[in-house]
Nanobody, 123 residues
Framework: QVQLVESGGGLVQAGGSLRLSCAASGRTFSNYVVGWFRQAPGKQREFVTNIGQSGSSTRYADSVKGRFTTSRDNAKNTVYLQMNSLKPEDTAVYYC????????????????WGQGTQVTVSS
């Protein structure tokens, strides 16, 4: 079992920045790929980014490339999502998730999920 807790969400103006954290407990965190997903009201959950076990491999959705950066600190069992140049369309609940499998954009491939943190970007 892996328990995940997101933090760092909030209200920000367009063009601003936020940093989300995903703190893990339980099994050896460094064994897991971690992904970030988001879900806006009335929309399906969508892939944002993921990061490999060592942190050297990352993937991003086209909609966030160049604006968002994910990183991890395995010593602290934490993954981060730095979000810059935020847009109103980034408004959503953001979830981190973990999988013992390979880097994957499909949320069904992730076994463990946090409770989510709300990000609201005002125009």
């Amino acid at each position: 079992q892996v328990q995940l807790v997101e933090s760092g969400g909030g209200l920000v103006q367009a063009g601003g920045s936020l940093r989300l954290s995903c703190a893990a407990s339980g099994r050896t965190f460094s064994n897991y790929v971690v992904g970030w997903f988001r879900q806006a009201p009335g929309k399906q959950r969508e892939f944002v980014t993921n990061i490999g076990q060592s942190g050297s491999s990352t993937r991003y959705a086209d909609s966030v490339k160049g604006r968002f950066t994910t990183s991890r600190d395995n010593a602290k069992n934490t993954v981060y999502l730095q979000m810059n140049s935020l847009k109103p369309e980034d408004t959503a609940v953001y979830y981190c998730a973990a999988t013992g499998s390979i880097l994957n954009k499909n949320p069904d491939s992730y076994d463990y999920w946090g409770q989510g943190t709300q990000v609201t970007v005002s125009s």
